[in-house]
């Protein structure tokens, strides 16, 4: 198998192009190239009048090692690399403890899922509810301005990610193709098969739902053991060694293999880990709001007379900034199409966050536009000090949402104009349901 990189077609070309450009670029007769798939489709918009398509492609031909040799040179004809997922261990039958998952999102489903597979029948413990119950507490926050602070945009089924673009892309390198795994996965849980191979793949709200489903099924196939409304309160160590979890209901769970999936969002868990002599640190993150334009108008701005194109979809943007003072500004999780909603896990805190459908469909684009922020910007050198100045800032903006778990929100040009003296700008709200989200008053 030979992996062919760079091969650049118009947007607009016959499905019988690609077959001719392999050809091409091997040199070879079309009859010796046997089959062919797709690893990866992107484009190039850097000219608006000229829009190209960019493939990957794994070619299986006649006489590879041969056309290797004859192409030994050439920086886009490789071999194929294994891309196959091999499990890192197998379960003994002598297990005495089954491990314990704490928390069930994007993390949590792997790490269960991957621990079923190899036959360790993992036990994992959800803050919050399933998913579909989940969707109506968070539906209840949007629409009724009520908070459930177990169950949530942040705790559940699925984690904050199941409310969100459901983005599966990253710069970070992974040589070994596991993110791969990912993508097979959940196209067998059920999203489009488009996602192993389009440069930015994403999922979309309402197919995560019963994708999320369809891994719990899997994993509970498997010998796992899946429970809902189990908060873990603490974690028994004895001489350094875990021997077993505790939980808000008063039961304790043996086991002496616990992996921690407990997002971001789980500060007394944090707190509890720090008390029990888990080495916790200080780490810089970044703080922002979200920023809200016409998609219409970055369809327009990065695909010219391209725009609404099938194969290109709702545009995308990614902006940096490198302030004088060392600081980064920069967008960051990017949702065309989406809709921006207020999210919460405890009382009177609110952030905001970002969602999109399958469909991009929706009128307006929206990013976080955040500034990254180091343990020097926190009130004082405690540990947890991050999770204060986070707090400071949700209470906040919770007031300046009228104190209902509104997102607040204000036109760009009001600071734009705003010429005289200190005068404070008065912010208006946002009304959070999906139908409303867009609406700026």
Not at 7 to 20: G, K
Not at 110 to 130: D, V
Request: overall charge positive; hydrophobic content about 40%; some cysteine.
């Amino acid at each position: 198998m030979l992996r062919l990189t760079e091969i650049r077609l118009p947007l607009d070309h016959t499905p019988e192009a690609l077959r001719a450009a392999i050809v091409e670029k091997l040199g070879i007769a079309d009859a010796n190239l046997l089959d062919f798939s797709i690893f990866k489709r992107s484009y190039d918009a850097r000219s608006k009048r000229n829009i190209q398509l960019i493939y990957i492609v794994d070619a299986q031909v006649k006489n590879s090692n041969a056309l290797l040799q004859q192409h030994r040179n050439h920086p886009h004809i490789k071999a194929a690399p294994d891309m196959a997922y091999r499990s890192v261990a197998q379960a003994p039958s002598t297990l005495k403890h089954r491990p314990v998952v704490i928390g069930m999102g994007p993390c949590g489903i792997f790490a269960g899922l991957l621990l079923a597979q190899m036959g360790f029948r993992p036990i994992i413990l959800e803050r919050g509810k399933a998913v579909r119950e989940r969707t109506q507490d968070t539906w209840k926050l949007w629409r009724q301005h009520e908070l459930n602070p177990e169950s949530n945009v942040q705790f559940g089924e699925g984690g904050a990610g199941t409310f969100s673009d459901g983005k599966l892309y990253s710069q970070i390198k992974d040589p070994h193709f596991h993110g791969r795994k990912v993508l097979e996965e959940f196209v067998k849980a059920g999203a489009p098969e488009e996602i192993l191979f389009i440069n930015k793949p994403h999922i979309g709200t309402f197919k995560l739902v019963s994708m999320v489903e369809n891994m719990r099924a899997t994993i509970a196939a498997l010998g796992g053991e899946i429970r809902f409304s189990q908060r873990v309160t603490d974690i028994n160590i004895v001489d350094g060694a875990v021997c077993g979890v505790q939980l808000a209901s008063g039961e304790t769970i043996e086991t002496d293999r616990v992996v921690l999936a407990i997002g971001h969002s789980a500060r007394d868990t944090f707190e509890m880990l720090h008390q029990r002599g888990v080495h916790i640190e200080a780490k810089p993150f970044s703080i922002g709001f979200r920023i809200e334009h016409p998609q219409s108008l970055i369809d327009s701005c990065r695909f010219g007379d391209f725009a609404n194109h099938p194969l290109l979809g709702a545009a995308d943007y990614k902006l940096v900034h490198h302030a004088s003072n060392g600081r980064s500004v920069y967008s960051f999780c990017m949702c065309p199409g989406g809709t921006v909603v207020a999210a919460a896990s405890e009382p009177e805190r609110v952030v905001t966050n970002g969602m999109s459908q399958y469909s991009r469909n929706e009128r307006n684009a929206n990013a976080g536009i955040v500034v990254a922020v180091t343990p020097a910007d926190f009130p004082d050198t405690h540990p947890l000090a991050g999770i204060a100045f986070q707090r400071r800032w949700e209470s906040r903006a919770y007031e300046l949402g009228g104190k209902k778990y509104s997102a607040p929100a204000q036109r760009v040009g009001d600071g734009a104009r705003r010429t005289e003296g200190p005068r404070r700008l008065a912010a208006s709200t946002r009304d959070a349901s999906p139908e409303r989200a867009a609406e700026v008053f």
